[in-house]
């Protein structure tokens, strides 16, 4: 059961232009979800968050869009860089219940120049 | 703190070993998450710890799989006997509630022969 799902196991985009990562989640119950950025060879890193109350957030060139309503959320990367290129991984955790923090499958982002 | 540390970064073993792999995690933090990196399923929740107690194994694939928590700083997830589709990359992370962002180590890439 992927509670998280990310459908486009890749992106391309042309550098400095906007990069958008999309995922969609079945449990109403998540409260918090995070972005993770992950280059080969490396552990996942934080990105950014957002809690379930709000519906953006925002910091620096990435900014994460969440509709509660449509279970979707999106991360926007603007301008793009090269040195985005890697994989962006979705992930929800619903601290007020079961405390899972569960992940998508990721989506390949990669920057051309 | 020196983050997440996991151990071995690589391990080669062959079909039927016992195979254990390590992970330390930040100090003060109070959960630890195991994953498992796959194509099909990105990162794939396996089992979590909250203050050393497993409160979710669901996502352990079999019982040839098995976590445990002596102690706040280390955890070991043991697969006996081993098999060549447990080959992946396994990731450790740990989080201190009440913040949301997982701190995760740098991986054992497992192969199994």
């Known amino acids: 059961d992927q509670q998280v799902k990310q459908n486009s196991p890749s992106l391309s985009v042309q550098e400095g232009r906007i990069s958008i990562l999309n995922c969609d989640y079945t449990?109403?119950?998540?409260?918090?979800f995070l972005w993770y950025k992950k280059y080969p060879a490396e552990g996942p890193t934080f990105l950014i968050s957002?809690?379930?109350?709000?519906d953006k957030n925002e910091d620096g060139r990435f900014t994460v869009f969440l509709n509660k309503s449509a279970k979707h959320l999106s991360l926007h990367i603007v301008p793009s860089q090269p040195g985005d290129s890697a994989v962006y991984f979705c992930?929800?955790?619903?601290?007020?219940?079961?405390?899972?923090?569960?992940f998508g499958q990721g989506t390949r982002l990669t920057i051309n120049p | 703190d020196a983050g997440v540390i996991q151990s071995p970064r690589h391990e080669v073993t062959e079909m039927g070993q016992e195979v254990t792999l390590r992970c330390k995690p930040i100090?003060?933090?109070?959960?630890l998450f195991w994953y498992r990196q796959t194509m099909m399923r990105g990162l794939e929740l396996l089992i979590y710890?909250?203050?050393?107690?497993?409160?979710?194994d669901s996502g352990m694939p079999e019982d040839r799989f098995s976590a445990k928590m002596p102690n706040a700083s280390f955890s070991t997830l043991k697969i006996q006997p081993s098999e060549p589709r447990d080959s992946a990359v396994y990731f450790c992370?740990?989080?201190?509630?009440?913040?949301?962002?997982?701190?995760f180590g740098q991986g054992t890439r497992l192969t199994v022969v």
């Open positions: 100090s003060g933090h109070d959960y």
């Open positions: 449990n109403s119950m998540f409260d918090y």
């Open positions: 992370a740990s989080v201190r509630a009440p913040n949301t962002e997982a701190f």
């Open positions: 992930a929800a955790i619903d601290w007020g219940g079961a405390q899972k923090l569960v």
């Open positions: 710890f909250n203050n050393n107690v497993p409160i979710d």
């Open positions: 957002i809690s379930s109350i709000k």
